[in-house]
């Protein structure tokens, strides 16, 4: 089991910087078992993956935030988190944090259905 809680979020205007922290509690396996990503939900829109890093630390981003978000991990403190620079308006969205176990080091495609375990969210507002 996995529990997730998002910190970190506000409002910022377009340029600024922000970083989002996701605390793990877990049971069970290691947390440095578990893949971690980072999905977004603007109102209106269908949820989709930011990032997401392996155990050891291998990353994927999708396009939009290329250059401008890092993913990154604590996995003795079992934190996860996502530096955001140069922010967008179109980057507004709740933010969430996921897991999925993986019995290899890797991590399966950053789509919804692939990530068991969910944080509640964390609002981010970026004003033009």
């Known amino acids: 089991q996995v529990q997730l809680v998002e910190s970190g979020g506000g409002s910022v205007q377009a340029g600024g910087s922000l970083r989002l922290s996701c605390a793990a509690s877990v049971s069970g396996y290691a947390y440095s078992r578990y893949c971690m990503g980072w999905f977004r939900q603007a109102p209106g829109k269908e949820r989709e993956g930011v990032a997401a890093i392996t155990s050891d630390g291998s990353t994927g981003y999708t396009e939009s935030v290329k250059g401008r978000f890092t993913i990154s991990r604590d996995n003795a403190k079992n934190v996860l988190y996502l530096q955001m620079i140069s922010l967008k308006p179109e980057d507004t969205a709740m933010y969430y944090c996921?897991?999925?176990?993986?019995?290899?080091?890797?991590?399966?495609?950053?789509?919804?259905?692939?990530?068991?375990?969910w944080g509640q969210g964390t609002q981010v507002t970026v004003s033009s």
């Open positions: 996921a897991a999925t176990w993986r019995s290899s080091n890797t991590c399966p495609e950053l789509t919804v259905h692939r990530f068991g375990y």
